[in-house]
């Protein structure tokens, strides 16, 4: 892992503390906050010595990064921000920093047109949007959404490296319905994001099963000396072909969904198709649409069509109208008790 990274999230750890004026910070908590950051982010256990984090310190308090962070030293022991409110992560950026910026987004948008980037767009048009907020002082143009404080978010990239180096994993996972947390061998493959919460997909090391592990439910996370096995039944690039959501064992095969849009619900639909396989079997006199997709059929896609409300209805085949219907029934029930809920 580059040190330079390493010393990034220690300045931006120390940053975070010394912003926090409720609680007087020791050199020694600074430290130990620093040595939790580093595990949390990139899963380096050895901690941080005294000598690093008085370094990162000179280093903020110098002009050599741009910092001139005015951090002191009170009651002989204890630090803080001279300035209230100051952060490292406020600082303005210069003109040759902008001028850099640009240059390299003006790059990256010469590659727009080329299929295998065309994923990077929204991340361009997100640089170009901070460089004009900066220059411009202008409120944002675009707005991306997005869960602050996300759990699990932090295994991220220690997780990603995992993966890139292909190593096994020791991970003690709670699920929901769990009181305690379980162990799990596991060879990971892939991160994947859906409705702003993240996912692994691995094997169990031992035997291959395929699953997946929400980020948020898991409990800690170490590498084992044991070989690394790759699962010759799954293909991350087209694994999700035929899928909404995550849900979805390797055998498991799509079925052809047919559903009845409303007028009104035609008309989104047809701009937002369900699925990439959505076609249009056919169109009524009022406006209203007969749809098929062809995916796998679980709990992601019945939420999906729940979502419609009356202005969508299965029609095959019957498991998932038995389904549908006994869930809005369910609903229904709900929505007729008595019952003072508040």
Same mark, same amino acid.
């Given at each position: ?17 010394? %912003? ?31 000598? !690093? ?44 920093? @902008? ?9 990256? *948008? ?19 949007? $901070?460089?004009?907020? !900066? %220059? ?18 932090? #295994? ?22 769990? !009181?305690?947390?379980?162990? @799990?061998?596991?060879?990971? @493959?892939? #991160? $994947? ?25 898991? %409990? ?13 039944? +799954?293909?991350?690039?087209? +694994? ?12 498991? !095969?799509? *079925? ?22 959505? %076609?249009?079997?056919?169109?009524? =006199?009022?406006?209203?649409?007969? +749809? ?36 809005? $029934?369910?609903?229904? =029930? ?9």
């Amino acid at each position: 892992m580059p040190a330079n990274k390493n010393a990034l999230i220690r300045y931006k750890t120390i940053d975070n503390c010394l %912003r926090n004026r409720y609680r007087r910070w020791t050199l020694e908590d600074l430290v130990e906050a620093c040595s939790d950051a580093l595990y949390d982010m990139e899963g380096i256990k050895k901690g941080v010595s005294v000598r !690093t984090v008085q370094g990162d310190i000179q280093m903020m308090r110098s002009d050599k990064l741009g910092y001139n962070a005015p951090i002191e030293v009170y009651d002989h022991k204890y630090y803080r921000y001279a300035e209230e409110g100051y952060s490292i992560m406020d600082m303005p950026m210069s003109q040759n920093d @902008y001028d850099v910026m640009q240059e390299a987004v003006d790059m990256l *948008r010469q590659l727009e047109d080329f299929e295998q980037f065309s994923e990077m767009a929204d991340v361009v048009s997100r640089l170009q949007d $901070k460089l004009a907020i !900066t %220059r411009n002082n202008r409120k944002p143009i675009i707005h991306f959404d997005s869960v602050p404080n996300l759990k699990g978010i932090r #295994l991220l990239n220690p997780l990603y490296n995992y993966i890139a180096h292909k190593q096994t994993l020791r991970i003690m996972y709670q699920s929901f319905n769990a !009181t305690k947390p379980a162990e @799990y061998i596991i060879c990971p @493959y892939l #991160l $994947k994001e859906f409705r702003n919460r993240w996912f692994l997909f691995c094997s169990k090391a031992d035997n291959l099963l395929l699953f997946n592990l929400a980020l948020d439910r898991i %409990r800690s996370v170490e590498p084992v000396d044991v070989p690394f096995r790759e699962n010759p039944d +799954f293909d991350p690039e087209h +694994f999700f072909d035929d899928v909404i959501g995550v849900s979805k064992n390797i055998k498991t !095969t799509p *079925r052809c969904i047919k559903f009845w849009a409303s007028p009104n619900q035609s008309k989104y639909i047809k701009t937002k198709p369900m699925h990439r396989s959505q %076609r249009l079997i056919s169109e009524n =006199e009022d406006g209203s649409c007969i +749809f098929r997709i062809d995916v796998v059929i679980n709990v992601e896609m019945y939420s999906v069509f729940m979502t419609y409300g009356p202005g969508v209805k299965i029609i095959y085949p019957r498991i998932a109208v038995k389904y549908m219907k006994d869930k809005l $029934k369910e609903a229904l =029930e709900l929505y007729d008790k008595e019952n003072n809920l508040s």
